[in-house]
């Protein structure tokens, strides 16, 4: 089976432009979640989606928006892109059965970002 | 007492050697300790997890130890080879029903012949 995969792979911006990057979950899973790792950090959590509702939001700006597809597929935006937001851009997925986690998460390779 | 703190920063290990990462958390709510292993340029692979009912847990040369009082939990990583060499990361998440993560601020493990 396929796991988790992003796409772009690399992304390259100048800062206040838009981007949307776009993450397909392993097939059953229908949980989603998006994290941005900046070089030599943790992943930050950013948001989660299950069923095409947001679970959960970690403490970014509004300029960071996401949503989920009937497919389970899901796209993350960012608006007005300034320097800070330059990191890997992870997505992944969880399989889920009425709204209890049943394994842990699983990651795709990620997006890496580059604002200039 | 959302963070989860990670050490050492870096670790250099011989061939052979025992590679160990431990991690420590405030939050009690926290329900599955799960370790990551990332390779440069992708994404953070499951390693070995954890729940709190157990204080050990074993998968091949991989050993996750948790000790409940001290809201602490390590990585051994028996007969390090050189393959090893990779960035650890130890995540724990809030008991109630999401995916939200909370990463440790990641170890880099460097295993030399």
């Known amino acids: 089976d396929a796991g988790v995969t992003q796409s772009p792979t690399h992304l390259i911006k100048t800062r206040g432009q838009h981007v949307t990057l776009r993450c397909s979950p392993i097939?059953?899973?229908?949980?989603v979640s998006w994290y941005q790792q900046v070089l030599g950090q943790g992943p930050q959590f950013i948001f989660q989606y299950y069923e095409k509702e947001e679970r959960g939001r970690g403490n970014f700006p509004d300029r960071f928006s996401a949503r989920q597809f009937p497919n389970y597929s899901s796209e993350l935006n960012v608006n007005a892109l300034l320097l800070g937001d330059s990191a890997l851009y992870l997505c992944?997925?969880?399989?889920?059965?009425?709204?209890?986690?049943?394994?842990?998460?699983?990651f795709g390779p990620g997006t890496r970002l580059l604002v200039l | 007492q959302q963070q989860v703190k990670q050490s050492p920063q870096s670790l250099i290990v011989q061939k052979g050697g025992i590679s160990i990462i431990n991690c420590a958390y405030e939050n009690t709510a926290f329900d599955y300790f799960p370790w990551y292993q990332q390779f440069p340029g992708k994404g953070p692979a499951l390693l070995i997890a954890?729940?709190?009912?157990?204080s050990e847990k074993k998968e091949g040369r991989f050993t996750i130890s948790f000790n409940k009082s001290a809201k602490q939990f390590s990585l051994h990583i028996m007969d390090s080879q050189p393959g090893d060499s990779a960035t650890y990361f130890c995540?724990?998440?809030?008991?109630?029903?999401?995916?939200?993560?909370?990463f440790g601020t990641g170890t880099r493990l460097q295993v030399f012949p």
């Open positions: 097939s059953g899973h229908k949980s």
């Open positions: 954890i729940r709190p009912d157990v």
């Open positions: 992944a997925s969880s399989y889920v059965v009425g709204g209890a986690r049943q394994e842990t998460q699983y």
């Open positions: 995540a724990a998440t809030p008991s109630y029903n999401t995916d939200k993560l909370i």
